[in-house]
């Protein structure tokens, strides 16, 4: 009996026709960084292990139950990247890029691996493209950055159906006594608690926030709130920053328990989530971090950013536009019903494609008969057929078929490469 090998669950194919829909998404949001003056960085998928666990913090649930770790063969712990920021501040470091300036604005995009319960919109193996903005520490880089975000979704023609949610979670010192207070006021509660939350609560209770049991979340409605307990300069900044949003119509609301799953944030944060979604609703989410690149070993630097799930990021188009592959055409299709003009077709198409370098063109290699050249063009979903057969071509001239109006052309062949471009509907 043959085995039938299967993807690795949670991991999964990307196949043609969304691969295509994600790279026009992803050109958007590129074309866009690139007008904002962000350079792409690239880094390895795998790190030192211990490079995340001083990150990311020990008791978070990346740490505890989601890496996915390895002993390499001279028994150094590594690990697949769960997150691109920690691994984008250790190539900053590593490589000196803050040496000539603290001021940076970076992206990347690549694939993050997380040991998750497998569900729509949530895999093991996910695709995120990051924003990192380092040196500045004022609430208008915030504001800055956020905005990036607001011309993606509009030029996505998504900014309707999502939402944004901010909070300020202030500093350190701030954190630590809110945990000490929301640890007191849980004792009431704690016979409640699974195992997993009561360890919660006793080594990372502001995580608690993040639960998703309804006896918890109907608890903390009563709860104290960690903005009451901001210093005043983190208050202060947080005001500003909605004052900005406000002046520029962006709408938002303050989520007090918005805190994000990652331990090294400070001051404001932010995610973009859509109703669309279900559970796994947040599709953009990111941060202040100002004291990670002195943690990770640098220069004490201030640093902002945010990661887009573009997995989905795709979800949340194909459930908004149903009918996105309608453009996934090929522009020309070169076949022929004889195999001498084989050589020609390639000929042919390799002109066109200098003439015409937008064009999708492709050469059907399957000598075709007249009788069913139509139907395999249909499944081959085509915009105009160039047909090569002897009755045209020892005339010099060549059938033209435009396959959405239905109509038929016959030109010479000397014309399918002048403007005005005749491959235009």
Not at 34 to 58: C, D, M, W
Not at 255 to 272: A, I, K, S
Not at 277 to 290: E, H, K, V
Request: with cysteine; charged share 20%.
């Amino acid at each position: 009996m043959s085995i039938k090998y299967q993807s690795i669950r949670g991991m999964h194919d990307l196949l043609p026709n969304d691969a295509y829909y994600l790279n026009t998404i992803e050109k958007v949001i590129k074309n866009i960084l690139y007008n904002h003056s962000y350079s792409e960085i690239r880094f390895p998928i795998v790190e030192k292990t211990q490079l995340f666990k001083k990150a990311i913090g020990n008791n978070t649930d990346i740490i505890h139950k989601e890496m996915y770790n390895f002993w390499d063969k001279r028994q150094k712990k590594i690990s697949l990247r769960p997150e691109g920021t920690v691994s984008c501040i250790r190539a900053c470091i590593q490589n000196n890029i803050f040496y000539n300036s603290k001021i940076q604005k970076l992206w990347y995009h690549g694939p993050m691996f997380r040991y998750e319960r497998p569900q729509k919109g949530r895999f093991r193996q996910f695709d995120q493209l990051g924003v990192e903005v380092f040196g500045l520490k004022n609430f208008v880089t915030d504001y800055e950055v956020i905005m990036l975000t607001v011309k993606i979704w509009k030029q996505l023609n998504l900014l309707k159906h999502v939402t944004l949610e901010v909070n300020s979670i202030g500093h350190l010192t701030d954190r630590k006594n809110f945990a000490l207070d929301l640890q007191n006021f849980f004792k009431n509660y704690i016979h409640q608690f699974t195992q997993y939350e009561k360890k919660l609560l006793s080594e990372n209770p502001i995580r608690i926030l993040d639960s998703k049991n309804i006896y918890i979340q109907k608890i903390l409605k009563f709860a104290p709130l960690l903005n009451n307990y901001l210093n005043s300069y983190s208050d202060r900044r947080f005001k500003k920053l909605c004052c900005l949003l406000d002046h520029s119509q962006v709408s938002y609301k303050i989520n007090n328990q918005l805190v994000r799953g990652l331990d090294y944030y400070n001051d404001t944060v932010f995610e973009w989530t859509s109703k669309y979604l279900g559970s796994q609703n947040t599709i953009c989410a990111g941060g202040r971090y100002d004291n990670l690149v002195e943690y990770l070993g640098g220069k004490k630097n201030a640093a902002i950013g945010f990661a887009i799930g573009m997995n989905r990021l795709l979800i949340l188009k194909k459930i908004i536009n149903p009918n996105y592959l309608k453009n996934f055409f090929i522009d020309i299709n070169i076949i022929f019903l004889e195999s001498m003009y084989s050589i020609f077709a390639i000929y042919l198409s390799d002109k066109l494609r200098l003439m015409w370098p937008k064009f999708r063109i492709n050469t059907s290699f399957q000598v075709l008969k007249k009788n069913n050249y139509m139907n395999i063009s249909n499944k081959m979903k085509s915009n105009f057929l160039l047909i090569l057969e002897s009755d045209m071509l020892n005339m010099n001239k060549i059938l033209i078929k435009n396959m959405f109006k239905n109509t038929n052309i016959i030109t010479s062949i000397n014309r399918i490469f002048k403007n005005p471009c005749i491959f235009i509907n």
